[in-house]
């Protein structure tokens, strides 16, 4: 955003919600960065444009991806989304990568990723967010998938790196959450902790090809057996576990049958829609805590009251209890 737009927002933030509208990427673009701005002045734009555009959204589908690293989750949505795009589809794409903020190196983002996808006019690709907690990554990634909706993307991806610490948040963020798995490699779950299989809609193994077909098959029925285990999930869905080859372009088509058999299912059940009301529900309160715990935080006052605590706490001079009492009363 440049100065201009801070010193006369009004006029310019209905050009930025005309341009969103219309579809154009630069306009999206320009409306993601003021979503993701932590400046007050932003916030209180983003927030005017965010209830401007509110209507518009909702109507895309929003599926997760996940995955350890170089299981081939880029790879992965280059040839889905150009599957999607000549369907006809608008693709956007969007990342949630925990790594970014504590390295400022990204698991995600610093290599030449879906090349042919971003140049597709139908596709839309946004380099991760990045910022101080997950909460706020999270919380303006839902933003921009809002949107992306107003802008007209039919099917938006949000992928995240499979490494314990991301997958939850982007699991209640999306209608379905794909996971990508590599048969053999040692390990079974390849350090995909069971809580992330019991969160997947979709197992799909990667890379069932050339002298690994065999055993992505054999994978296949294991974690099929694994599946079985889990208790059902909410949305009384079995989940399908298939193959593919990213690198071949196969399984991608019966990929995306399953994905539109998932949709047709948890909406004749009601739970699709039943699961956005909660997740809106679910982001309502986080924000309320968020706001609560920067506003206690932020005070001066508190900053210092803390600090004295925490050496009273140290030196066994006062009880965790007593202090938070103390800093309440
Ligand atoms: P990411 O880290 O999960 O995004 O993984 P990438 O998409 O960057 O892929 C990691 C590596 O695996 C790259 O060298 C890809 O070419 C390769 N790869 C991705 N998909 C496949 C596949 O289906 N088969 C094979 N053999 N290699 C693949």
Redesign the pocket.
Known sequence: MDSTFRRTPKIHLQDLIDGLLSGNRVFLSQSITLVESKRSDDKALSAELIDKIIQRSGKSLRIGIT?V????????IEVFGKMLTAKGKKVAVLSIDPSSNRTKGSILGDKTRMDELSRDPNAYIRPSASGSSLGGVASSTREAILLCEAAGYDVILIETVGVGQSETVVKDMVDYFLLLMLAGGGDELQGIKRGIMEMADHILI??A??D?TKAAKRAREDYKNAVHLFPPNDANWVVPVGLC????KKGIDEAWKEIEKYVAHSKSNEWFYENRKNQGIKWFHERISARLQSSFYSKPEIKQEIKKREELISSQKISVRKAVDELFS
């Open positions: 995955g690293p170089g299981v081939g989750k880029s790879t992965f990667n890379k090809d050339k690994n080859s990213a690198l071949e």
